[in-house]
C-alpha cells in the first residue's frame, strides 16, 4: 500500500498537506495503541467514483470511539463529508480510505486519555486482493494465535491495538508459507482470518458466525449476507468449526480489503474442489456490481464522490 499520488489529508477538521499531517512521538496511542479506525474504500463506475457503505463505517467509527471513550467534537455527518472531501480533494477514485481517532499528546498516564485526534488518509493504491487472487483463492491455516475473546477486548470495536492480535498471526501464517491466517476464539470455535470474516458454503447455503464467536462484525460480511437474500442464496448464522470447512464445499473471506476471497486450501486440504466455487463467483459479480453502482437494487450502498464527475473510462 503506497503513498504515493496522496497530496492531502483531512486532520481535525481541515485539509492540510500530507507533509503536515504529523502527530508527536508523545502520542498516547504510539504508547498504548488507544486509537480507532476504519478501512474504506472508494470505487469508480458508469455514473462516478462512489464511497462504499460509507455511513455504516463511520458508525462502527463512532461505536468503536464509544467502546474506548475516545471523545472528539465531529458528528458523523460531518466524517462522512470529511471522508468525500478528502478523497475528492486528492482526486481518486478508486481509493482506500482510513479515518484515524486516536489519544493525542498531553498526557502519557494510562488512567486519562490525552486531547482525541481525528484524521482521514485517502491512498490510491490499496494492493491486497489482485484478480488472480480473487480468481484462484488463497492457502489458509489455522493459527496457533487466538483470537482475543470479547471479554478481554470487544471485537466489535476496530481498536488499534487489537491488530497486534492480527499482525502475529498473519506473520506466523506467511512464515509458514500460507496466504493467510484462521483464528480460533478462546471458546475454540473459529472466529475470522486476521483481517477478514469467514464464509463456508455447504448444500447451496452460505454459513457465517457473529459476534458471539468474537468477530469483528465486517461491512463486507454485512454486505454479502444482503446480496446472498437478492440472489435467493440461503444464509445462516452460527458458530463454525474447522470440521466446518473440512466438510465445505467453498469457503471465502470477506473484508474491505479483501473483497470476497475464495479460501481454495485449509492446512494444505482442498477446499471443495480446491478452487473458486460457483457460489463465491456468483456473489463476487454481485459485489462487484453492487460497488461500482451497477447493481439495480443496491444503489443506496453508495455515496458519490461529489467533485468528481463519470469519465468516459468509466462507463
Ligand atoms: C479483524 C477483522 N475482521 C473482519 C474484517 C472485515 O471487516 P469489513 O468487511 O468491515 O472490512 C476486518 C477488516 O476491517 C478486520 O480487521
Not at 495503541?33 to 464511497?51: C, H, K, L, M, N
Request: glycine fraction near 8%; charged fraction near 20%.
Amino acid at each position: 500500500m503506497g503513498f504515493e499520488g496522496v497530496e492531502y489529508v483531512w486532520l481535525n477538521g481541515r485539509i492540510v498537506p500530507w507533509k503536515d499531517a504529523t502527530t508527536h512521538v508523545s502520542a498516547h496511542a504510539l504508547h498504548y495503541g488507544t486509537g480507532v479506525f476504519e478501512g474504506i474504500r472508494s470505487y469508480d463506475g458508469p455514473s462516478g467514483p462512489a464511497v462504499f457503505r460509507l455511513p455504516e463505517h463511520i458508525d462502527r467509527l463512532f461505536a468503536s470511539a464509544a467502546a474506548y471513550n475516545l471523545l472528539h467534537p465531529f458528528s458523523p455527518q460531518q466524517l462522512i463529508d470529511a471522508t468525500v472531501e478528502v478523497v475528492a480533494a486528492n482526486g481518486m477514485r478508486n481509493a482506500y480510505i482510513r479515518p484515524l481517532v486516536w489519544s493525542g499528546s498531553e498526557h502519557l498516564g494510562i488512567r486519562v486519555d490525552s486531547p482525541i485526534d481525528v484524521a482521514i488518509l485517502a491512498l490510491a493504491d490499496m494492493g491486497h486482493v489482485n484478480a488472480v487472487t480473487k480468481e484462484n483463492g488463497v492457502r489458509a491455516t489455522l493459527s496457533p494465535y487466538r483470537k482475543i475473546h470479547t471479554s478481554m477486548i470487544p471485537s466489535t470495536a476496530k481498536a488499534c491495538g487489537q491488530y497486534l492480535n492480527s499482525r502475529l498471526a498473519i506473520r506466523e501464517a506467511m512464515a509458514r508459507g500460507f496466504d493467510s491466517a484462521l483464528l480460533l476464539n478462546t471458546d475454540g470455535t473459529v472466529a475470522e482470518g486476521a483481517v477478514e470474516n469467514l464464509f463456508v458454503v455447504r448444500d447451496g447455503r452460505f454459513i457465517t458466525n457473529d459476534a458471539r464467536s468474537s468477530i469483528l462484525m465486517g461491512i463486507t460480511r454485512d454486505a454479502v449476507l444482503g446480496l446472498a437474500e437478492d440472489l435467493g442464496i440461503e444464509t445462516e448464522v452460527r458458530a463454525l468449526t474447522p470440521q466446518d470447512l473440512w466438510e465445505a464445499d467453498e469457503a471465502f473471506f470477506t473484508g474491505t480489503a479483501s473483497e470476497i476471497t475464495p479460501i481454495r486450501e485449509f492446512d494444505d486440504r482442498p477446499i471443495g474442489a480446491g478452487g473458486r466455487g460457483p457460489l463465491t463467483k456468483r456473489v463476487q459479480d454481485a459485489f462487484d456490481a453492487a460497488t461500482t453502482g451497477t447493481s439495480p437494487t443496491r444503489a443506496a450502498w453508495r455515496t458519490p464522490v461529489k467533485g468528481l464527475a463519470a469519465t468516459a473510462a468509466a462507463s
